[in-house]
């Protein structure tokens, strides 16, 4: 009786730590977004206007960006800043969730899992700065040519935001395909072979997410489509090349 007691009381302990322990790693991955929102808000203005830079460049003389909304032109930076301290501060908070998992792993889990983190991260950020300097310039390119003659585009500033967002977020999903693809393999949710022998759909299928998630033109659709199916060649590739070097160290 004494002995379970002790026990319960011993789980009741780990139990409370480990919330503590959570706690302390929300508030440091939140006093870094917050931080880092506070050094970025005098570059608020700034920020956008690099983000608008594309969509100015493409619009005629006569004109220019709007705001619907009285407090447009204020909003629009300020959730912007929001969105990018958010960004800039994924690898911190990925760090702080691997310092409360990791005590939990093995030693070889835990180098899998550094290795498919800093992999990710790469791969999102490699996303974003490949949507922001290829796929954007097409899509604005396309619907500002795309429009009559008789209108004058206008866009405006929180419809532009939430657009380059959409957009921005799905290609930094898209380049994850890599990492998903080793996941898939490594945990036996698919095997090698039959990702190969289905390489076929899988590519169309690629194809039919690139219709929707990208603006609709084939050169931004293809845009997406390629390196989604190429990424996916490259996580076959890598699996296989981890696989021998298991098999033959």
Same mark, same amino acid.
């Given at each position: ?30 006093? +870094? $977004?917050?931080? %880092? !929102? #506070?050094?970025? *808000?005098? @570059? ?6 690099? =983000?608008?830079?594309? &969509? ?60 498919? +983190? $800093?992999?990710? %991260? !790469? #791969?999102?950020? *490699?996303? @974003? ?6 796929? =954007?310039?097409?899509? &604005? ?65 690629? !194809? ?42």
């Amino acid at each position: 009786m004494t002995e379970h007691l002790v026990s319960e009381n011993l789980t009741e302990m780990k139990y409370s730590e480990h919330l503590i322990e959570l706690r302390k790693r929300l508030i440091y991955s939140i006093g +870094a $977004v917050v931080a %880092i !929102f #506070l050094v970025l *808000l005098p @570059l608020a203005q700034q920020n956008y206007h690099v =983000l608008a830079r594309p &969509l100015i460049s493409l619009l005629p003389v006569n004109s220019t960006m709007i705001a619907t909304d009285v407090m447009g032109t204020f909003l629009a930076p300020f959730k912007l800043n929001i969105y990018l301290a958010i960004l800039v501060s994924i690898p911190f908070i990925l760090y702080q969730f691997w310092q409360f998992v990791a005590p939990a792993l093995y030693q070889n889990e835990r180098r899998f899992g550094v290795a498919l +983190a $800093v992999s990710s %991260i !790469f #791969l999102f950020y *490699l996303g @974003l700065l490949f949507a922001y300097s290829l796929i =954007l310039p097409l899509a &604005l390119k396309f619907f500002v040519l795309a429009s009559p003659e008789n209108v004058l585009p206008m866009t405006d500033i929180n419809s532009y935001l939430d657009f380059c967002l959409k957009l921005f977020l799905a290609f930094g999903l898209a380049f994850q395909i890599p990492v998903l693809t080793y996941i898939i393999i490594f945990i036996g949710i698919l095997s090698i072979q039959q990702l190969e022998e289905h390489r076929k759909h899988i590519i169309v299928f690629f !194809f039919f997410i690139a219709m929707f998630i990208t603006p609709p033109d084939v050169f931004s659709m293809l845009a997406l489509a390629v390196p989604m199916w190429l990424l996916f060649e490259l996580g076959l590739w890598i699996t296989k090349l981890t696989t021998i070097k298991k098999e033959h160290p």
